[in-house]
Nanobody, 118 residues
Framework: VQLQASGGGLVRARGSLRLSCVAS????????MGWYRQAPGKQRELVAT???????NYADSMKGRFTISNDNAKNTVYLQMNSLKPEDTAVYYC?????????????WGQGTLVTVSS
């Protein structure tokens, strides 16, 4: 499984960005895709996840400004980020989760940097 994330960049506060993540390879086992982020000096944290049938979960702090969506035909998951704040500055990682009886496997993309200037 390969996950290719794109769409990061430099944006001013209150601006918007849309991240994309394309999954390829043996993706039939992937049941959940999502986005995590890691700010400098902090642990990686959940942003949002979505299943193939559209069940969506957001971290409480992300609700209202961020929207996750997927296009199953393109094996792509998106993260629309609006009203960005400097504290949203982080490396954003695409994640794919393949559940199994032993617990499952997480796959990670390379990360895309989002920098929000004040």
């Amino acid at each position: 499984v390969q996950l290719q994330a794109s769409g990061g960049g430099l944006v001013r506060a209150r601006g918007s960005l849309r991240l994309s993540c394309v999954a390829s390879g043996s993706i039939s086992s992937i049941k959940v895709m999502g986005w995590y982020r890691q700010a400098p000096g902090k642990q990686r944290e959940l942003v949002a996840t979505t299943t193939r049938d559209g069940t969506i979960n957001y971290a409480d702090s992300m609700k209202g400004r961020f929207t996750i969506s997927n296009d199953n035909a393109k094996n792509t998951v998106y993260l629309q980020m609006n009203s960005l704040k400097p504290e949203d500055t982080a490396v954003y990682y695409c994640n794919g989760f393949a559940p199994s009886w032993s617990g499952g496997t997480h796959y990670w993309g390379q990360g895309t940097l989002v920098t929000v200037s004040s």
